[in-house]
């Protein structure tokens, strides 16, 4: 069936060459091991090959198709065959599954149907047990109308049968010819999907066109706006510096007036204080002239009030008038030993914020003292919680009440109270809340009124509308530092 397994080993014990290749490609076979391989496939074969398959080439390499399908057959039929009979470049590839061999001896079995005629003799064998109908037409010269060309092909060139060549060439023409429409057919198909895109980016380039004209047409309105509003700027900046330039000017001018009107008011102040003296020399000298006027007058005066009394001093013995019990001094208008009010203590000696103060007013007699509670708090010790502050405050007060004798009352603003306050006054301190719609200014201003005329009444309050309301009523004013530096003395 193979030109090669009926012809004598060549020179050398080469193989000649099979198929159209070059001797080299041949492996070397010891000569009675080559005749046995060629009797062998001869007998198998039964020597029906016919001379012009035998004679057919191959003008062209194995169409890709077709030589896909030959290594798929004999990857599945390698497996099969006997170690002894397979070359020795596929005995590593005999326990790999057909997949494998497929994959990973592809090459290796390409190279052996063409090389080893015996393999492949032994391939197109199990070929004829897979598929006998498909062997048998084409050993007889037709080709089923219904089997795939590539099958085709890739049996005729197994059992290379009268006119294999041609139906491999063929098949590879219509495998080209099918990828060829193929190709046409997905290069149409990309042809149309890039008009798509091409026309949807075109409507997309439209519409950012024509939102960019827009966007360009805003901006230019824009710009136009901003070179009026800088141009109007501008011109304020003008006025504005125009405006700068006047100021400086009359500032300038105001300037040397005012240095005129300095030297001229200094020049009056030196003629002023020039007639100013003159003025005290004169006096002085009236002065002394007076004095020695008055030493006569004086001497006039006397002898006229010793004759005035001589006679005053003879009426009262002659009318026997008792003595005169009122002095001058009693008519001088004073502070009356124990009858002092809290306007008359240290006018002048003590500080007002002095602690000393505070206690010489509480040492009057039958003092009431009257507290404005939250003022006080509020500069001693605002941090706290008002709840925190009456607490505090009203326990100094209480100490103070203790140690002084004084009649005390604490005041506090109750008109924002929502609920009562629940507290135990401490002895000796008269605890009070305004009244709902009433501050606590009115109400120390009330019990300032309450009390007797004459009757000493000392309020503590920096409020000043609160000291000139008690001042008017009679009471004595003093600020809220002066009670709380009292209270923090020991």
């Known amino acids: 069936m193979v030109d090669a397994a009926k012809e004598p080993a060549g020179p050398q014990g080469r193989q000649p060459a099979v198929d159209g290749q070059a001797p080299d490609a041949v492996e070397a076979v010891p000569p009675g091991a ?23 080439r191959l003008d062209r390499p194995l169409p890709e198709g077709v ?52 393999f492949r003799v032994r391939i197109a064998e ?40 041609r139906l491999v060439a063929e098949a590879g023409e219509q495998a080209e010819r099918a990828g060829a429409e193929g190709a046409a057919a997905e290069a149409g198909r990309l042809v149309e999907k890039l008009q798509a895109e091409l026309a949807e980016v075109r409507a997309t380039a439209r519409v950012d066109l024509d939102r960019q004209r827009a966007e360009s047409e805003d901006v230019r309105k824009e710009a136009d706006s901003l070179r009026k ?13 125009a405006e700068t330039r006047r100021v400086a000017a009359e500032l300038e ?30 006096a002085e000298q009236g002065r002394r002239s007076a004095r020695e006027g008055r030493s006569v007058e004086d001497m006039r005066l006397r002898l006229l009030l010793d004759t005035v009394l001589q006679s005053a001093q003879g009426l009262q013995r002659e009318l026997a008038l ?21 306007h008359d203590v240290a006018r002048r000696g003590l500080a007002e914020d002095d602690p000393a103060l505070l206690d010489q007013l509480l040492a009057i007699p039958q003092v009431h003292l009257v507290v404005d509670g939250y003022n006080v708090t509020k500069t001693g010790y605002p ?30 603003d109750g008109q924002d109270l929502d ?13 009070r809340f305004s009244r709902t719609g009433e501050t606590a200014d009115e109400l120390i201003r009330r019990l300032v009124r309450a009390e007797p005329q004459g009757r000493p009444v000392v309020v503590v309050s920096t409020d000043r509308e609160v000291a000139e309301g008690v001042r008017k009523a009679g009471a004595r004013p003093v600020a809220s530092v002066l009670l709380l530096n009292r209270l923090a003395r020991p």
């Open 126 to 165: 199990r070929l004829r047990l897979g598929q006998p109908d498909l062997v048998k037409a084409l050993e007889s010269g037709s080709v089923p109308g219904a089997a795939d060309p590539m099958d085709v092909a890739a049996a005729a060139y197994l059992v290379r049968s009268a006119g294999w060549s």
């Open 67 to 118: 030589r896909r399908r030959v290594v798929g057959l004999a990857a599945d039929a390698l497996g099969g065959l006997p170690a002894g009979e397979l070359p020795q470049s596929l005995r590593q590839y005999a326990k790999f599954t057909p997949a494998r061999r497929a994959k990973y001896a592809a090459t290796a079995l390409a190279a052996a149907l063409e090389s080893e005629p015996a």
């Open 253 to 282: 001018a105001l300037k040397v007036q005012a240095a005129a009107e300095r030297g001229a008011g200094e020049s009056e102040a030196r003629r002023l204080r020039h007639r100013i003296s003159e003025l005290e020399t004169a």
């Open 229 to 241: 509003k800088v141009r109007s700027l501008e011109s304020d900046t003008r006025r504005a510096q």
């Open 322 to 342: 008792p003595v005169s019990q009122i002095r001058p001094a009693d008519l001088v208008e004073a502070v009356v030993p124990g009858s002092a009010s809290p």
């Open 419 to 431: 609920v009562p306050v629940i507290m135990a006054p401490p002895r000796g301190v008269r605890v």
């Open 34 to 56: 080559q005749a046995s391989a060629e009797a062998a496939a001869a007998d198998e074969s039964g020597g029906d090959e016919p001379a012009a398959g035998r004679a057919e």
């Open 383 to 412: 941090a706290l919680p008002l709840e925190q502050q009456r607490i505090r405050l009203l326990g100094g007060l209480a100490m103070l009440a203790q140690r002084t004798q004084a009649e005390v009352t604490c005041v506090f």
